[in-house]
């Protein structure tokens, strides 16, 4: 089994920045993609960033020069730096990963964490 544990979410004022956080654990063979979705009140679930294991990070439209993805391979965790925060920038954010276990490659999402930028 395999867990993906987000961090870093809270309340920012607009044009602030906020870094999220999320380690995988648990029965990991390896890690190939991890990224960052986000699903706003009342819409679907959309892209934000990803980061293969070697390669091109991968950004949506409305996260370009403002977002940067990272990731940190010896400890599997993926990272989210905001800047320049928006009120439509609130949602609660999602990690998402594909991870080689024991059983194949397999998709695996974390429980969220809320962005909410408001004045």
């Known amino acids: 089994q395999v867990q993906l544990v987000e961090s870093g979410g809270g309340l920012v004022q607009p044009g602030g920045s906020l870094r999220l956080s999320c380690a995988a654990s648990?029965?990991?063979?390896?890690?190939?993609?991890m990224g960052w979705w986000r699903q706003p009140p009342g819409k679907e679930r959309e892209p934000v960033a990803s980061?293969?294991?070697?390669?091109?990070?991968e950004y949506a439209d409305h996260a370009k020069g403002r977002f940067t993805i990272s990731r940190d391979n010896a400890k599997n965790t993926v990272y989210l730096q905001m800047n320049n925060l928006k009120p439509e920038d609130t949602a609660v954010y999602y990690c998402?990963?594909?991870?080689?276990?024991?059983?194949?490659?397999?998709?695996?999402w974390g429980q969220g964490t809320q962005v909410t930028v408001s004045s």
């Open positions: 998402n990963s594909a991870v080689w276990t024991e059983r194949g490659l397999q998709d695996y």
């Open positions: 980061v293969p294991t070697i390669g091109t990070t």
């Open positions: 648990g029965s990991i063979s390896a890690i190939s993609r």
